[in-house]
């Protein structure tokens, strides 16, 4: 017996309150709180279990459409006694509202046939709040934790009252009446005993905290009593009494500084994870003994047996030790997969697996252990959802991560897809929180819809609006364009502006630039080792990111993945475009898969749909003739060119729309006009004479002198001597054939106007139409 504990009330009194009523209510034979007459009978427990247990229902549905059918004609006494068990399970639950609890007792109670009504002790429970997050791992095993109250309702009416009342007066006697019923899940029994003794079992639900809560502070009560159910939770409430006494208030095992004491790895601070795990495993297909047994497992034959919480490299001894006779590859593999099912899965994960053309799902709902079993020694209990669903047309990521190599694979970006999958799903649909804020969110990346381009950016940029709109069209499609043509053309500057436009004004972080160059290379761009300072002034190297996989990480980011995010490469082909993208070949032509990476061959690497990549390659720097096969085939090649297509007719438009003279452009139009046909890639871009300096004569010269010329005679070196260049592409030359051109346009439109003057007659004759 335990020295004498006052029955009274834990952390939220009210939902302990309405528990305990239908709790004591229940076990003592009395009247249920909801009816005049008492429901825990032996015969409606049998009749409950009857209908939901040896008659399970495995088709589609939601749990409450098959509760439904189920309880078709049942006793009324059986329906009641099903809302009972609802309120039992969903009380203490802080992650559903309490309008959604009442709903569903409501809707049970409907289901009978008298006028049942719900007392304000319970109806003051259900909108408390809640005592804890029941998670996926609980809420999923709801049918699970109804067969146990009613197995429950079985084991107290064989017993004599005198050890009811003796549970009701002392929580070690209830603890052993509970310990009676040795189904599983554990999660509901103990919500039971929280809210039957709240002043001495704990809210906490997992089995794997409680133990670990107790061995954190066990060195406070001078050593546990126990490892079973009962010697945990009587050392747990030793352990209370300490800390509560020291903190001067009730505390809380789920915040700091408690959290961090007790928990150490055991308990994830990020959200929700998903894990792909092979069901063929060397050769044996494991699908059917992993859903009949409800778990999933590695097989870890020769893995020696590594605790969970140990480090990879401590994983990475044991599988050296026991996996001698395979090659040292495969053995880093193994560990890495030994790892994530050992430590980095945890419960409330869900997990997949694919056999044949259907895809399983379950929720990881126990802790890492070793078996005995050679196929399946070392596992974790998975609550599996009844129906599989065809793999055809999966949405996007799921066909690419079914694609990724290995045993166990982090199958997270894909929870997004799973969770709206499972929701068009009811069978496969566990019990959610109704708050959005409590529910594990994952965004799904997806390609962005683009704005279209406006008359106003087109007017900024003096370009045509469906010029631009064929830009916006083809990174669109094709995520990845490249501006190339002769200097001065604006390429960087259009790219700049493009991008800054589709990624919107608030969001101007999420365009980079970065400019290539011979000696830059994949280490730069992408991920590389650099030096770093170490402990106590050691120089050791770290791998750090490049801009392109800083850009992805953000792209990638939850609340990103629906944000267009922009690269602009600058002068592109300067540099070593093989050595620079390496294997990231691949992700720019098939953005749908993933490939294992050069400085992380244990990570895979995807580009976010939502990055687009805009590079510019200047045709006089080297020619695009040159450039890789492969880079052409990944990427939209678009001309910008002085006499052609967006940019033709760019520096007029400039200079009508500042109301300035027309010279520079006649003097652009001449400058390209005695450059030779062979030199199409040298002609000069406008953006020369859009600078504010480029308005006066003395401006005009200096562009010539310091930026046109130099150009000019690097490019005819070997063909024509300086004197010569100067001589025929100097301002002055260039101004007079200017002039000439002008004066020969004027002379066409004087004598064309003479034309209109005179009579058709005195030009052509007589007769003339």
């Given at each position: 017996m335990t020295a004498l504990v006052e029955r009274g009330f834990g952390p939220v009194p009210k939902v302990e309150a309405a528990g305990r009523a239908i709790i004591d209510a229940g076990l003592r034979g009395e009247s249920s709180p909801l009816w005049t007459e008492p429901t825990w009978t032996a015969e409606n427990a049998e009749e409950l279990l009857r209908r939901i247990f040896a008659n399970y229902d495995d088709g589609p549905g939601s749990f409450m459409d098959k509760f439904q059918r189920q309880l078709s004609d049942a006793p009324d006494g059986v329906c009641v006694m099903a809302a009972e068990f609802m309120a039992l399970q969903n009380l203490p639950l802080e992650n559903v509202k309490g309008e959604t609890k009442l709903s569903r007792m409501h809707e049970i109670l409907g289901w009978s046939q008298i006028k049942a009504s719900i007392p304000d002790v319970v109806l003051d429970g259900l909108h408390a709040g809640g005592s804890f997050h029941g998670g996926t791992g609980y809420s999923v095993r709801q049918w699970q934790h109804f067969c146990w109250l009613a197995r429950f309702v079985q084991h107290v009416r064989r017993q004599p009252m005198k050890v009811i009342e003796e549970a009701l007066a002392d929580p070690d006697e209830f603890a052993r009446l509970t310990e009676g019923v040795d189904d599983e899940p554990r999660g509901i029994r103990y919500a039971v005993e929280y809210m039957a003794w709240p002043s001495y079992f704990e809210p906490v639900t997992s089995r794997n905290h409680r133990w670990r809560i107790r061995q954190a502070y066990l060195h406070e009560i001078g050593g546990s009593s126990g490892d079973d159910d009962p010697s945990i939770s009587r050392d747990l409430a030793a352990i209370r009494k300490v800390q509560d006494a020291a903190a001067g208030t009730r505390v809380d095992w789920y915040v700091d500084p408690y959290l961090s004491e007790w928990s150490r790895s055991g308990v994830r601070k990020g959200g929700q994870k998903a894990w792909l795990v092979r069901q063929n495993q060397s050769g044996t297909p494991m699908l059917q003994m992993w859903l009949d047994g409800g778990f999933v497992s590695a097989r870890a034959q020769h893995l020696g047996s590594p605790e969970p919480g140990s480090s990879l490299s401590e994983v990475q001894q044991a599988v050296n030790d026991g996996y001698q006779h395979v090659d040292y590859a495969e053995r880093k593999q193994r560990s890495l997969e030994f790892h994530r099912f050992l430590n980095l899965m945890r419960p409330e994960d869900l997990v997949v697996t694919k056999a044949d053309d259907r895809l399983y799902i379950g929720v990881v709902v126990g802790e890492a252990e070793y078996g005995d079993e050679v196929t399946s020694r070392l596992r974790r209990e998975v609550a599996w959802r009844s129906l599989p669903v065809a793999t055809q047309d999966l949405p996007a990521p799921l066909p690419r991560l079914l694609e990724e190599q290995g045993t166990v694979v982090d199958f997270t970006d894909g929870l997004t897809a799973i969770n709206e999958w499972l929701r068009e799903t009811p069978d496969l649909l566990p019990e959610v929180p109704d708050d959005p804020a409590s529910a594990p969110q994952s965004q799904r990346a997806v390609v962005p819809e683009l704005s279209d381009a406006t008359e106003e950016l087109a007017a900024a940029l003096h370009v045509q609006r469906e010029d631009l709109q064929e830009i916006v069209e083809?990174?669109?499609?094709?995520?990845?364009?490249?501006?190339?043509?002769?200097?001065?053309?604006?390429?960087?500057?259009?790219?700049?502006?493009?991008?800054?436009?589709?990624?919107?004004?608030?969001?101007?972080?999420?365009?980079?630039?970065?400019?290539?160059?011979?000696?830059?290379?994949?280490?730069?761009?992408?991920?590389?080792?650099?030096?770093?300072?170490?402990?106590?002034?050691?120089?050791?190297?770290?791998?750090?990111?490049?801009?392109?996989?800083?850009?992805?990480?953000?792209?990638?980011?939850?609340?990103?993945?629906?944000?267009?995010?922009?690269?602009?490469?600058?002068?592109?082909?300067?540099?070593?475009?093989?050595?620079?993208?390496?294997?990231?070949?691949?992700?720019?032509?098939?953005?749908d898969q993933s490939i294992n990476l050069q400085y992380s061959p244990t990570e895979t690497f995807v580009l976010p749909p939502n990055l687009f990549i805009i590079g510019t390659m200047n045709t006089a720097d080297r020619s695009i003739a040159m450039v890789d096969a492969a880079i052409r085939r990944r990427f939209a090649f678009v001309e910008l060119h002085p006499l052609e297509g967006m940019i033709e007719g760019m520096l007029e438009r400039y200079l009508e729309a500042q109301g300035k003279d027309p010279l520079r452009a006649r003097l652009l139009d001449a400058l390209n006009s005695e450059l030779e046909a062979g030199d199409r890639d040298l002609m000069v871009g406008p953006s020369y004479f859009m600078k504010e300096h480029a308005e006066s004569d003395a401006g005009l010269e200096r562009i010539w002198r310091y930026e046109l010329l130099p150009l000019l005679e690097e490019h005819y070196f070997g063909r024509l001597s300086r004197e010569q260049v100067h001589e025929r592409f100097g301002l002055a030359a260039i101004r007079k054939k200017a002039s000439r051109t002008v004066g020969a346009v004027d002379l066409v439109l004087g004598e064309y106007a003479e034309l209109e003057a005179e009579p058709l007659e005195a030009v052509f004759g007589a007769g003339t139409d």
């Open positions: 083809l990174l669109q499609t094709r995520n990845q364009i490249v501006f190339y043509g002769p200097p001065g053309t604006g390429k960087t500057y259009l790219a700049g502006k493009i991008a800054r436009f589709l990624a919107g004004d608030e969001y101007g972080d999420h365009v980079k630039t970065v400019q290539f160059h011979p000696s830059y290379a994949y280490e730069d761009f992408f991920e590389g080792y650099r030096p770093a300072l170490g402990e106590g002034g050691q120089v050791s190297f770290s791998l750090e990111p490049g801009p392109l996989r800083r850009i992805a990480a953000e792209a990638s980011a939850e609340g990103n993945r629906d944000k267009p995010f922009f690269l602009i490469i600058d002068e592109m082909n300067r540099g070593n475009l093989a050595k620079v993208f390496g294997e990231l070949y691949f992700l720019l032509e098939y953005r």
